[in-house]
């Protein structure tokens, strides 16, 4: 396992992109937050975060999404 400690670790992010139709209007939306921390705090972006060791990606979508939103 020596041989690979000189390669570089890597870290895994996901992000959410989710959409809402609102019929009565005809429109698409698309469910944004604020950033909460640097970098670009304060500006608008999908929901993302970094996927734990061991973990799917579908499972760290979920958990970010449910940490971000409570939903």
């Known amino acids: 396992m020596s041989f690979y400690s000189k ?3 890597l870290l ?3 992000d959410s992109i989710i959409f809402g139709f609102n019929e009565n209007e005809h429109e698409l939306k698309l ?3 604020k ?3 640097p970098p670009e705090k304060g ?3 999908l929901m993302g975060g970094f996927v734990a060791p ?3 990606l579908d499972n760290a ?3 970010i999404v449910s940490q ?3 939903l």
């Open 68 to 70: 971000l939103t409570g």
């Open 35 to 37: 950033r909460q921390f």
């Open 61 to 63: 979508a979920l958990r």
């Open 54 to 56: 061991e973990e799917s």
């Open 31 to 33: 469910l944004l937050l």
């Open 7 to 9: 390669f570089p670790k």
């Open 43 to 45: 500006k608008w972006s």
């Open 12 to 14: 895994v992010a996901v």
